[in-house]
């Protein structure tokens, strides 16, 4: 991805905290999205200026719809196929630039598609007084994997 690729008007790069933490970085188009990646050092550079291991990378399609991506390979995460976390706090990246009302506002993230796990989160952020009220996210999983963890005995000394 190119710089002249990053969102930079209305919309603009912006660290974003909810618990984690998150680079957030608004995009032209659907063509750059797909050319995102972290290459290194640079990535690791990127992430030590913001303080954060996660860049949550997005483009708006449409009034309700935003497509988005979640790398965090310093944090041993490569992609991450649906970021609830992150959807939450993007509400609060919209309302700065202008683009959530007073009231409800409902908008679809669609994830994980670059990397074969397409995923859908649905968030609704409650707007009050120009101010970030709540944010509601939701969605479905699919079971991927399971296992058990075993205590080790320990024995009094």
């Known amino acids: 991805?190119?710089?002249?690729?990053?969102?930079?008007?209305?919309?603009?790069?912006?660290?974003?905290?909810g618990g984690p933490s998150f680079l957030y970085i608004p995009v032209v188009d659907i063509?750059?999205?797909?050319?995102?990646?972290?290459?290194?050092?640079?990535?690791?550079?990127?992430?030590?200026?913001a303080v954060v291991d996660s860049g949550y990378f997005y483009v708006l399609q449409g009034q309700n719809q935003i497509r988005a991506r979640m790398l965090s390979p310093?944090?041993?995460?490569p992609e991450d196929p649906a970021t609830g976390s992150a959807a939450a706090i993007l509400a609060d990246q919209l309302l700065r630039a202008g683009l959530l009302k007073t009231g409800e506002n409902s908008f679809t993230i669609r994830q994980g598609i670059e990397m074969g796990r397409p995923s859908d989160i649905g968030t609704r952020a409650v707007i009050q007084s120009d101010k970030l009220q709540c944010v509601y996210v939701n969605g479905t999983a699919v079971q991927v994997m399971s296992g058990q963890l075993r205590c080790p005995e320990f024995r009094k000394i």
Do not use: F, Y
């Open 1 to 17: 991805m190119r710089p002249e690729q990053i969102v930079t008007d209305r919309l603009k790069p912006g660290l974003g905290q």
């Open 31 to 49: 063509d750059a999205l797909a050319q995102v990646h972290a290459s290194q050092p640079a990535w690791s550079q990127m992430m030590n200026v």
């Open 74 to 77: 310093t944090a041993g995460i």
